[in-house]
Nanobody, 128 residues
Framework: QVQLVESGGGSVQAGGSLRLSCAVS????????MAWFRQAPGKEREGVAN????????????AYADSVKGRFTISQDTATNMLYLQMNSLKPEDTAMYYC?????????????????WGRGTQVTVSS
C-alpha cells in the first residue's frame, strides 16, 4: 500500500511563497499521475496541478488550474520519490488544506475522482 505524507504548509502573508513536499512511500511504476488538490472550508476539493509520467513520455507532463498558472510549479524527484509544489505570489484565496494524490498505471485528469491514493493534507494559510 502506497502512502503519501505532505509537509511544508504554514502561514504566510500575501505575496509570499511556500514549498509543499509529498513523500511517496514506494516506487509507483513507469506510468502514473500525481497531483496536488486543495480544499477550503465549505468548498469542494479542487485540483491545483498534476504531473504525468509515462513509459514513452517520461516525466514532466504538467497541468495547472487557471487560478494558479504562472504562480505555482509542480515538480518531482523520482530518485527520492518526492513530489513538490512551489507556490509563489500567494493570495488569501489560496488558503486551504492541500493534499497530495496519486494514481498508478494511468494518465489522470485534474479531478479528485481519478485519484485513489491520498495523503492527509497540510494547511496553507495566507493572510492579507
Amino acid at each position: 500500500q502506497v502512502q503519501l505524507v505532505e509537509s511544508g504548509g504554514g502561514s504566510v502573508q500575501a505575496g509570499g511563497s511556500l514549498r509543499l513536499s509529498c513523500a511517496v512511500s514506494r516506487y509507483l511504476g513507469q506510468t502514473y499521475s500525481m497531483a496536488w488538490f486543495r480544499q477550503a472550508p465549505g468548498k469542494e476539493r479542487e485540483g491545483v496541478a498534476n504531473i504525468y509520467t509515462g513509459i514513452y513520455t517520461g516525466g514532466g507532463n504538467t497541468a495547472y488550474a487557471d487560478s494558479v498558472k504562472g504562480r505555482f510549479t509542480i515538480s518531482q524527484d523520482t530518485a527520492t520519490n518526492m513530489l513538490y509544489l512551489q507556490m509563489n505570489s500567494l493570495k488569501p484565496e489560496d488558503t486551504a488544506m492541500y493534499y497530495c494524490a496519486a494514481a498508478g498505471g494511468r494518465r489522470s485528469a485534474l479531478s479528485p475522482v481519478e485519484y485513489d491514493i491520498w495523503g492527509r493534507g497540510t494547511q496553507v494559510t495566507v493572510s492579507s
